[in-house]
């Protein structure tokens, strides 16, 4: 359940970056179309600045979503081969940690 929280969490701030990716963008698109005696160099250079760094962070937040994706689609655990498992003591709920083999007798 965590991890679908988490990754309804990430969707959510890929939405945002998203939005706020597509305004910065739209700015310094508009910003760069006045003529100079509107609007400053600087002013222009400053948005397209701004538009770099939210493309940064709507890049971030997907890679961020994707991750978390992956966390959820490995909390399912399947064999490779069809066969029994017998005397295995994990049972529903146990924790596993990354790199750590979980008990099987």
């Known amino acids: 359940e965590r991890y679908r929280h988490a990754l309804a969490e990430a969707e959510a701030a890929v939405s ?7 305004l ?15 609007v ?6 400053s948005a397209a600045s701004t538009a770099t760094a939210a493309a ?9 979503r994707d991750t978390a994706a992956l966390n959820l689609a ?11 498992i017998t005397n295995l003591e994990v049972h529903a709920g146990d924790y596993a940690s990354a790199g750590r083999p979980l008990p099987v007798e």
């Open 56 to 64: 940064a962070l709507y890049h971030q937040a997907q890679a961020a």
């Open 24 to 38: 910065k963008r739209s700015e310094a698109a508009r910003r760069a179309s006045l003529s100079g005696v509107v």
């Open 74 to 84: 490995r909390t399912e655990l399947r064999a490779p081969v069809d066969g029994y």
């Open 40 to 45: 400053s160099s600087e002013s222009r250079e």
């Open 16 to 22: 945002a970056r998203q939005a706020d990716y597509a």
